[in-house]
């Protein structure tokens, strides 16, 4: 061993040589697996660290469309500090009577807020009964400043303050608008709570020392599960933060180990270069006496050295990570990092590069190991050496370890190992896909032209690199593919659901005895405007075929209708957009008990069949229905689309309100928002186009953060096809020598490659469409749950491009071997 050691350093002085590939490919898996897990673990750390903070408290109860009793007051003063707030979308106006635009309004009490601070811009006024702040871009939109005065409901405030930042802002979820925060009493006297308004009264609740939040929400949800709350505590304080989160997780975990999969192809192309690069020393030791033993173990060290600074470095970068995406994407991310040293992360990608590296190093060096000497000396290509059972099984139990290793850390179990399937199904396809076309290649008529003889030959030599080559062209085209059809399918969500002519406004809160002086209004400012309205209310699901969904033990995946409220409504007719899939829809005139049709989807999820009784709570009063229909909804008319939509009678007796939709001529759309927001104070207008470039503010960041993450599996990809170029190197060099010496010129040994290229480029790319467009489907559909709507222009003009540069690579990589000296080169061999 003493002496390996001393013969290794001894190499490795002059360089690592070949080894550059090993260390490049380790690099980016590991790096890629501690950059994900660190980045992953400090936003969950973060999460738990400011539950409280992003929550406003250790606990809070929500109430939708309704205030807390005073029984159920008391009960909630008895837990500890309360403070109550109300959360509504509203329109503010200017004094004047200037413009008017939607707030995500947020009315507090005096001990708002009860965790961490309120921050305000320089130069906020006193706190004042009749004050209200604004977020600067609120303010921007108004044209207000500090000290002036705007409109809510039927209430004049004056604007006290610019909110700098606020501590429960990522708790509070996605908005369609712009903050804008005022005193529970200005919110009375803005007249905007009215029966049947959208809105949600909340209590935060600071506990006693030693109390246990998660217990006691348990409890209130138990003991209070007929009266609708929605108890969250401080361990989840911003779930819709965390649910993000664990989708970006899922993806980034994807590209994780999908590029540790495909480096580890690339450390097994590096090893053979290398070997292969060393045969004269391999030989020249075997020939001083050396066993194979020494040969085994000096490899194995140099190998080792390499592979663990490799991993060093990998390790550091993916520990800099959190630091590296606040700096360049801080405001993009759902939640800022926890920025600090995350050993089991950086541990576990260690562990995941050894193990990697030892099960792609073991078979070639198993190889070099049993080679004679008189065979090494004698031909570079006569290698028909067998690897042996031995290093076979070694690389198969390092592997398992690598993947239950992977498997057993992962947050999604099954999701890793699906990935992991994938990746070896796909490098096991493209495998056999490498041998049909030698074996192919091996059975075509000879072509007359020379050159395509030639490159044909290639295919199916004795030396022929095939096999590699597929392997490498797949898995680059593949990722290319992929990543063109997530990235275009996540920008063109928008165009290919928005409709041509999409509504102008979503109008809410319109209250039902005036629907026809709304409906008045719109045709006076905009005779040839498109108006539809319909009831609403809102409610959570409480029971299922009769069982409470507070009572059952795991709520199934996907299961997003029993989150919170649901948007309800009733009607006679069934709406545009929208299409019976199974049962029967009402008659028009329908008097009898409570039916209600679902969205297919969500029943084939909830597990829901045609007759099954499905209970809402509206305004604290349960309501029973018998499941009459599923539909298919048309989610893309941009219309009201209701999950839930009962017979006409179902909520007989419960206030509720109208929601519309405005589709107007853009000149128009001003005079209605004015006259909307004078002659009803209380009604929410919300301008369409701001929502979606909302939305497509968030698809753009989505798609950015693919393409960053996806750009390290394609770095492995790239390394990989060096790799596999590398390995051919000395057979492409014995090759052109011969050529040169039977009279070929420096271009037609240029082509007989390119032909090559060009010929496995053409075929795997045809593979590599399907495969890349399947595995984008998956990640689009299945993760994201999305449609799937690549823009195939660009898939197809990214597959031709990513086809060129993979056959520049290659040919770049073989140029080393125009320029090897005949003579030279017929030595070596």
């Given at each position: 061993?003493?002496l ?36 992953s673990?400090?936003?969950t ?8 903070l992003?929550l406003?408290?250790?606990?809070q ?14 009960a ?14 509203a329109?503010?106006?200017r ?16 001990r ?7 921050q ?6 006193p706190p ?22 705007v409109?809510l ?17 990522v ?25 049947g ?28 599960k ?10 989840d ?53 050396a ?26 970068v ?63 290509i006569?290698g ?40 070896a199904?796909l ?57 063109a ?7 063109g ?34 005779r ?9 209310l ?31 409504t009733?009607?006679g007719d069934?709406?545009?957009?929208n ?18 049709s679902?969205?297919?989807d969500?029943a ?8 099954d ?10 309501v ?10 048309d ?11 009962y017979?006409?009678?179902a909520f ?10 405005i ?5 128009r ?17 919300i301008?369409?186009?701001d ?5 497509g ?46 009279g ?27 495969l ?14 999305l ?33 090897a000296r ?8």
């Open positions: 061993m003493r390996a050691w001393r013969l290794a350093l001894r190499d490795l002085r002059g360089g690592i040589g070949g080894l550059r590939l090993l260390a490049i490919c380790l690099f980016l898996g590991v790096a890629a697996i501690a950059g994900i897990g660190s980045l673990t400090a936003m750390a973060e999460l738990a660290a400011k539950g409280r992003f406003g408290g250790d606990l109860i929500a109430l939708s469309q309704r205030e807390a009793t005073r029984a159920e007051r008391a909630i003063a008895r837990l500890g500090r309360v403070s109550e707030s109300a959360k509504l979308n329109m503010l106006a004094a004047d009577g200037g413009s008017a635009t939607l707030a995500a309004l947020k009315a507090v009490d005096g708002y807020p009860l965790e961490g601070r309120l305000l811009a320089a130069g906020a006024q004042r009964a009749d004050g209200i702040m604004l977020d600067p871009a609120l303010a921007d939109r108004l044209g207000v400043r500090l000290g002036d005065r409109r409901g039927e209430t004049m405030l004056v604007v006290t303050g610019l909110i700098a930042d606020e501590p429960d802002r708790g509070e979820g996605f908005r369609f608008a712009p903050t804008a925060i005022t005193g529970v009493a200005a919110l009375r006297a803005s007249r905007l709570i009215q029966p308004s959208l809105y949600d009264w909340r209590y935060r609740i600071a506990l006693p020392a030693g109390a246990d939040p998660r217990a006691i929400a348990t409890d209130l949800r138990q003991r209070f007929a009266q609708g709350w929605r108890v969250q505590d401080s361990s304080g911003a779930p819709g933060v965390r649910r993000s989160i664990e989708r970006i997780g899922q993806f980034l975990i994807l590209v994780g180990l999908t590029s540790l999969a495909i480096a580890g192809i690339g450390v097994g192309n590096g090893v053979g270069a290398y070997l292969a690069g060393k045969r004269n020393s391999i030989a020249t030791l075997k020939t001083l006496g066993g194979s033993g020494l040969i085994h173990r000096l490899f194995l060290i140099e190998i080792a050295l390499v592979t663990g600074g490799a991993i060093i470095a990998a390790l550091f993916g520990a800099l990570v959190p630091a590296i995406v606040v700096s360049l994407a801080g405001p993009a991310l759902p939640v800022a990092p926890r920025l600090a040293f995350y050993p089991g992360p950086l541990l576990a990608a260690a562990a995941y590069g050894a193990l990697v590296a030892l099960a792609f190093a073991l078979p070639p060096l198993a190889r070099a190991r049993r080679v004679s000497a008189a065979g090494l000396f004698r031909s570079a006569d028909g050496e067998r690897t042996g059972w031995r290093p076979i099984a070694g690389a198969v139990a390092a592997i398992g370890l690598a993947a239950t290793l992977a498997i057993g850390t992962a947050r999604e179990p099954l999701f890793a190992a699906a990935v992991l399937g994938a990746s199904g490098v096991a396809l493209l495998a056999l896909l490498a041998a049909a076309i030698s074996w192919v290649a091996a059975r075509l008529p000879r072509p007359r032209a020379p050159l395509m003889r030639l490159a044909i030959g290639n295919l199916h030599g004795p030396a022929a690199q095939t096999s590699q080559l597929v392997v490498a062209l797949g898995l680059g085209l593949t990722l290319f593919v992929t990543l059809g997530i990235q275009t399918s996540l920008a969500q928008l165009r290919s659901s928005v409709p041509a002519r999409a509504p102008s406004f979503f109008v809410l809160d319109i209250p039902s005895d005036r629907i026809d002086e709304f409906r008045g209004i719109v045709r006076q400012k905009a040839d405007a498109t108006l539809v309205t319909v009831p609403s809102r409610g959570p699901v409480v029971a299922l075929r009769g069982q409470r969904v507070a009572d059952m033990k795991t709520i199934p995946e996907g299961a997003w209708i029993l989150r919170g409220d649901r948007g309800l009733f009607a069934l709406p545009k957009g299409r019976i899939t199974a049962g029967q829809w009402w008659p028009q005139d329908y008097a009898g008990p409570p039916l209600v679902i969205d297919q969500a084939r999820i909830l597990g829901l069949k045609i007759g009784s499905l209970t809402v709570s509206v305004l604290g009063t349960d029973a229905a018998r499941i009459a229909s599923f539909r298919e909804i989610w893309g008319t941009l219309g009201f689309n209701f999950v839930l939509i017979s006409p009678h007989d007796g419960a206030p509720f309100n109208y929601m519309a939709t589709t107007a001529p853009a000149a759309e001003a005079a209605i928002n004015q006259a909307l927001t004078q002659a009803f104070p209380s009604v929410s207008l301008r369409v186009k929502i979606i470039a909302a939305v503010s968030l698809f753009g960041q989505l798609a950015t953060a693919v393409a960053a993450a996806g750009s390290v599996a394609i770095a492995a990809g790239i390394a990989v096809l060096v790799g596999a170029v590398l390995a051919a190197r000395q057979a492409r060099v014995y090759d052109a020598v011969l050529l040169k010496l039977l070929a010129t420096r271009g037609q040994v240029v082509l007989v490659q390119a032909i090559e290229y060009a010929l496995l480029a053409a075929i795997v790319a045809l593979v590599a469409l399907g890349g467009a399947a595995a984008g489907w998956a990640v689009v559909t299945q993760l994201f749950t449609p799937w709507a690549p823009d195939w222009g660009i898939v197809l003009a990214t597959l031709a491009g990513g086809s060129v540069l993979i056959m520049a690579i290659g040919l770049f990589g073989s140029l080393p071997a125009l320029a005949p003579a030279a080169a017929l030595r070596a061999q």
